[in-house]
């Protein structure tokens, strides 16, 4: 017969509180032949993509559910599709971020005081305007990574690198293209000259 000991065992216990086992902006030592000076600037670096790429996504799915128009469908779905991929994105630069004996910035709050891109307002937009504000988040993180990655490469960090260039760049660029379609101007019927042959 179980005893009241042994009940307690498998009590959840609830309400802890300690201090923080490393503080925001810090590095913990790492074997991983990166000096310290390097890991904590390639740190700070994907803590900002990490920012701004978290802000990029929550603004394709505000984008996603607020979208309408004749285009409605499409946008939609591939704004769903973006903010998919970011996500994966993210996680990818928070390991990073951890993996160099760093924190990775995770609060909605601290995203907000970090980030670079512009915030939108509350309210529903047209889509043109929708695409060109998320065009604009696109292209502050390229600006960013495209620096960040050089500056890993100057140091020796070429896995932060390899991140940058062939996960964040790549997918930023790619999503540019996909969205940057959705505003050229082309005529639905005819050809732009007004001639058929």
């Known amino acids: 017969m179980p005893t009241t000991k042994d009940a307690s065992r498998a009590t959840p216990i ?11 902006g810090h590095v913990v030592q790492m074997p991983l032949a990166l000096g310290d000076k390097e890991r904590r600037t390639s740190c700070e670096n994907l803590n900002q993509v990490l ?7 929550d603004m394709y799915k505000k984008h996603h559910w607020q979208v309408t128009g004749p285009t409605f469908l499409q946008l939609h779905e591939l704004f769903d ?4 991929e970011q996500t994966a994105l993210i996680d990818s630069i928070a390991e ?16 907000a005081e970090t980030t670079s891109i ?4 509350k309210g529903r937009e047209e889509a043109p305007v929708q695409i060109s504000r998320l ?19 100057d140091s ?38 007004g001639h058929t042959t």
């Open 14 to 24: 609830t309400g802890q509180k300690a201090h923080e086992i490393q503080q925001y």
């Open 51 to 57: 920012a701004d790429s978290i802000t990029l996504r």
């Open 81 to 84: 599709k973006h903010a998919g």
């Open 96 to 111: 990073r971020v951890q993996l160099l004996g760093g924190v990775s910035i995770a609060m909605a709050p601290d995203v």
């Open 118 to 121: 512009p915030r939108p307002p």
């Open 135 to 153: 065009l604009q988040a696109h292209e502050i993180i390229l600006l960013e990574a495209r620096s960040m990655a050089k500056q890993a490469a």
């Open 156 to 193: 020796g960090d070429d896995g932060t690198n390899d991140l940058l260039v062939s996960d964040v760049i790549r997918l930023n660029e790619m999503q540019v293209w996909f969205v940057s379609q959705h505003v050229v101007d082309v005529p639905l019927v005819h050809a732009g000259n």
